[in-house]
């Protein structure tokens, strides 16, 4: 185990305000890389995927790096844009 492992399990278990910002960050990074393996999956640029689901490059670009909070719904269009289904699990 890494020591930035070790140190993110350690805080996770001692500090909730880390926890909570920690599992926030998570599931952004995990919407990016859904809607980036998507894009990649359609073989599309960012451009044309923008285009294709109604929103600006910019956004696309924001979304895909993590930088920004995607809304449910806005991911619930880019997947009705692109014919393919959203779904929203706990674990």
Excluded: W, Y
């Amino acid at each position: 185990m890494t020591k930035t492992v070790s140190s993110v399990n350690v805080l996770s278990t001692n500090d909730s305000k880390f926890k909570k910002a920690f599992a926030e960050a998570a599931a952004i990074h995990d919407a990016a890389v859904e809607v980036r393996h998507l894009r990649e999956s359609l073989q599309m640029s960012p451009a044309r995927f923008a285009k294709i689901v109604g929103k600006s490059q910019t956004t696309i670009t924001r979304i895909e790096s993590g930088s920004t909070n995607v809304s449910i719904g806005m991911l619930a269009e880019i997947a009705h844009s692109t014919g393919r289904t959203l779904r929203v699990s706990f674990e």
